[in-house]
């Protein structure tokens, strides 16, 4: 890799990095009617730091340079929009330069970027809204990563965006943290929009990629500042990052080198990464000091349960299905449901199990729009040994399947019931 190269994937890393956080606090600083000005000065502070740093190469820390450049670019900003005129009025400049350098302390970086989160995440906006807006304005991805992301199109993108911003102007939408029962009610769309992000990369719909890694760590990443800032601070925050973290310590195994969907029960164990196992039991037990008992908590706890196993068999399902159990009495959500029913074939009741996923409300619409539903039945009936009935239903869940993983993980099933005759 050539000095131009090398600067060009540093500057791309650092876009990712640190552009949204710059985007908060400069937010914060003008607020959100001047946020396209906003994202065209960070804009500009990369190509900047690109020009330069491909001429005198990169600089030993350029976080600091950024960070830097973005302070001398939001002085000129307050003053191209004369918001020093009200804001400090009659501070001299070198105070005024120390009141935006104030913004910039690492704390308050932070405190930033979680104000972004909640303004994003605005219950008034439509849940696809959030999303979108989340992220472009606190992950930095672009229009076509979004939509890649979301399975959309650019233009169906733009506009939601556009859509929303709208919204942050025109309602006067300050980036602060809410207090009191708007904090719960906040706080919760908070969650959701975090933990749909994440599943957006775990369970990856591109063709072309298995899994989000950077999805899923931008999940993380605010999720851990939700955790660790004390304005909102609440143990389900804590179930909800020990639950990323004990998915995400599975990355690894997966997939195999040629990118085949290995199932549960035949991941090489090894490759679970031990140390955010211990980052996830951690935090699942900070989330026990609380007095309430969230889905996260459950669903934290089910994948602890699978961790805790050192080999598949060793899995204990009886306290798995204890769990299930009391999970669909606060979510009895289709793919809770779904997951529920193959615990219990787990348990030894397979007829049952195939009883629970035909009661599934909507069953009959899930399984003409949603592989997962056909795969799992055309499994449990390959259990039953009724071949016929097992090889219509994967038939029906490849139709549908989106990854080309997916598709040899059916092919191959067809194929073992076929060899079978």
Known sequence: MNLQQH?????????????????????????????NLIEDIVQESFISALQHWKLKGIPDQPEAWLMKTAKNKAVDLLRRINYHARFVQSQDNANYSEQVASFFHDHEISDSELRMIFACCHPSLKKEDQIALTLKLVFSFSISEIAKALVLTDPVVQKRLS???????????????????????????????????????????????????????????????????????????????????????????????TQQFILLEHQDRSLWDKELIQ??????????????????????????????????????????????????????????????????????DTEKAIGEV???????????????????????YMKLSDRIQAKIYFLQAMSMANSEAEKILLQTRIDQLSAKN
């Open 279 to 348: 980052v996830g039991y951690y935090y699942l037990n900070a989330a026990a000091e609380g007095d309430k008992i969230s889905k996260y908590h459950i669903e934290a706890a089910i994948a602890a349960e699978h961790c805790k196993a050192t080999l598949y068999n060793e899995t204990n399902w009886g306290q798995l299905l204890y769990w299930y159990d009391l999970l669909i009495q606060t979510d009895a959500s289709p793919v809770i449901l779904l997951n529920r029913a193959l615990v219990i074939h787990a348990n030894g």
């Open 7 to 35: 600067t060009e994937q540093t500057i791309d890393h650092l876009f990712r990095q640190q552009s949204g956080k710059m985007v908060a606090v400069l937010s914060r600083l003008a607020g959100f009617k001047h946020l």
């Open 163 to 257: 859509r929303a911003k709208e919204f942050l102007v025109s309602e006067h939408i300050e980036l602060e943290i809410p207090s009191g029962k708007e904090l719960s009610n906040r706080l919760e769309a908070v969650r959701i929009v975090l933990y749909l992000l994440f599943n957006e990369g775990y369970y990856a719909r591109k063709t072309d990629e298995l899994i989000r890694r950077d999805l899923c760590m931008e999940a993380l990443r605010c999720c851990k500042i939700l955790c660790e800032h004390t304005a909102v601070k609440d143990p389900i925050n804590q179930a909800l990052l020990a639950l990323m973290c004990l998915h995400a310590a599975r990355f690894d195994s997966r997939f195999s080198d």
């Open 358 to 380: 035909l009661s599934i409300p909507g069953i009959e619409l899930l399984l003409k729009n949603d592989h997962h539903y056909s795969s799992v039945l055309g499994y449990l």
